[in-house]
């Protein structure tokens, strides 16, 4: 009992200790759980491939632009999923790349009509911002030098499923 305790305390710490960055934010996202939610990789049959390009405002000066390609697909004999994501996104003077693969074992309950998915993704993100594109309007602390770094990026989530 001691033991399921310290597991549960532990798994509700592990948010207070971890960092994130912004994920991309659209609206599309329900064609596209397993971007939010790595347990999600489909059970079906099928391999799964989603395309998103959003080019909005395109006549403005760091207007945003988004590129998302993901695919998924479900393992029957061995009950899991695996999935990849790649995205490009540009807002102002940030540009974002992410590279992201997910896996995502199913556990069936009740004559296969109850699923429990627990998925894990592990990939990096390149954040590139050029201060140097920036205008200023009053002189002051602003970087003039670009920044690039590279971080791994690390999701787990949970998906419960009664169909």
Request: net charge positive.
């Amino acid at each position: 009992m001691k033991s399921k305790v310290m597991i549960v305390l532990l798994i509700s710490l592990f948010p207070a200790l971890a960092q994130s960055q912004t994920d991309i934010q659209m609206s599309q996202h329900i064609f596209n759980r397993s971007l939010y939610n790595p347990a999600s990789a489909e059970i079906s049959k099928d391999i799964n491939i989603f395309g998103h390009w959003r080019d909005q405002w395109q006549d403005w000066c760091g207007a945003p632009q988004t590129v998302l390609v993901s695919a998924n697909g479900y393992v029957p004999s061995c009950k899991f999923g695996l999935g990849m994501v790649i995205l490009k996104d540009k807002l102002g003077f940030e540009h974002d790349i992410q590279c992201k693969f997910t896996y995502s074992y199913h556990i069936f309950l009740k004559n296969k009509k109850t699923r429990l998915s627990l998925g894990l993704s592990a990939g990096v993100v390149n954040k590139n911002i050029k201060w140097n594109d920036a205008v200023a309007q009053e002189q002051g602390n602003i970087p003039t030098e670009p920044e690039c770094k590279w971080k791994a990026d690390f999701d787990f989530g949970l998906e419960f499923n009664i169909q």
